[in-house]
């Protein structure tokens, strides 16, 4: 099982910046395709932004312009910059990713971190 690590969570006044991390620990696992998603209390789990092994992004409406979805291959993390920060982005903002396991090359799908919190204050 991947184990990924989110981390840059916290809390931020509205107008602020903020930028999540997630990277697997463990046994070697490359990230192919990362994506993350957010859940606000009440609410479901909704789609924010992902990216490719070869940069290709896409985003939420409710997001593009203000978040910036990137990777580095070479540490195998994705991020999230997250900027213009509004209260309603507030969440649970959860890491999603496939990959493979370096050893065997046998590929995980829909791989979920553990949620890191990002609250938004008016």
């Known amino acids: 099982q991947v184990q990924l690590v989110e981390s840059g969570g916290g809390l931020v006044q509205a107008g602020g910046s903020l930028r999540l991390s997630c990277a697997p620990s463990?046994?070697?696992?490359?990230?192919?395709?990362g994506g993350w998603y957010r859940q606000a209390p009440g609410n479901e789990r909704e789609f924010v932004a992902r990216?490719?092994?070869?940069?290709?992004?896409n985003y939420a409406d409710v997001v593009k312009g203000r978040f910036t979805i990137s990777r580095d291959n070479a540490k195998n993390t994705v991020f999230l910059h997250m900027n213009s920060l509004k209260p309603e982005d507030t969440a649970v903002y959860y890491c999603?990713?496939?990959?493979?396991?370096?050893?065997?090359?046998?590929?995980?799908?829909?791989?979920w971190g553990q949620g890191t919190q990002v609250t938004v204050s008016s």
């Open positions: 463990g046994y070697p696992f490359t990230i192919n395709a």
């Open positions: 990216i490719t092994r070869g940069g290709i992004t």
């Open positions: 999603n990713v496939e990959g493979r396991w370096v050893a065997s090359g046998r590929p995980e799908y829909g791989v």
